[in-house]
């Protein structure tokens, strides 16, 4: 299992638009094979974070959705990031 996560920073009166242009990109990753789930959400404390979750069955089914990152106008609107991608050997209740 993969799972990608981490965070995104925009100015503040930016992220509301950063967001809607996520929209579609959510819909065709949960639609897509081996997607077990895909976030993209507003941080509840700071208004410049965005957080990024995102749950795959395998680095096939990952690189296979990913074909490009953000759009040039979503990538202009990023002032910071950190996103890493971690490969889980096992998962086991919480």
Partial sequence: ???VSGWIRVDPGAR?????GCVSVVEQA???SGCLDF??????????????YERWESEESLD????????????????DA???RYRISG???A
């Fill in 1 to 3: 299992m993969i799972i």
């Fill in 30 to 32: 949960r639609a897509s």
């Fill in 39 to 52: 976030a993209i959400g507003p941080d509840l404390l700071e208004a410049d974070r965005i957080n990024v």
């Fill in 91 to 93: 998962v086991g209740p």
């Fill in 82 to 84: 950190e996103v890493s």
């Fill in 64 to 79: 296979a959705f990913r074909t490009s990152g953000p759009s040039d106008d979503q990538t202009a609107m990023i002032r």
């Fill in 16 to 20: 509301e638009s950063y967001l809607r």
